[in-house]
């Protein structure tokens, strides 16, 4: 039904910015929600940032609150996570993710869709 595919990880410095991005084809609704998780070797699944497809409404984790942006192109499809003042604890692999507007933001288990990840990497 959707699909979603990563891009834009690499290797950075501490400290230097880097964006994402997630193009979504198929039947992607504009009551969807797209998020953006993150997941370090050895780690669970962590909620990074959201945003309303309709609305434009976005959520951030309080981690990331500050250094990171998730924004859309509604005429393109795609969302991207701005992220700024990188550090290494934010090391692993990002996720782009849709849901429906029903259930939390925040809950990984409430995303229907996945893509296959994106690596960033931030040195010290």
């Known amino acids: 039904q959707v699909q979603l595919v990563e891009s834009g990880g690499g290797l950075v410095q501490a400290g230097d910015s880097l964006r994402l991005s997630c193009a979504a084809s198929?039947?992607?609704?504009?009551?969807?929600?797209m998020g953006w998780f993150r997941q370090a070797p050895g780690k669970g699944r962590e909620f990074v940032a959201a945003i309303y497809w309709s609305t434009g409404t976005t959520y951030h984790a309080d981690s990331v609150k500050g250094r990171f942006t998730i924004s859309r192109d509604i005429a393109r499809n795609t969302v991207y996570l701005q992220m700024d003042s990188l550090k290494p604890e934010d090391t692993a692999v990002y996720y782009c993710?849709?849901?429906?507007?029903?259930?939390?933001?925040?809950?990984?288990?409430?995303?229907?869709?996945w893509g296959q990840g994106t690596q960033v990497t931030v040195s010290s």
């Open positions: 993710a849709a849901k429906t507007n029903a259930g939390s933001v925040y809950d990984r288990y409430r995303y229907d869709y």
């Open positions: 198929g039947r992607t609704f504009s009551s969807y929600v």
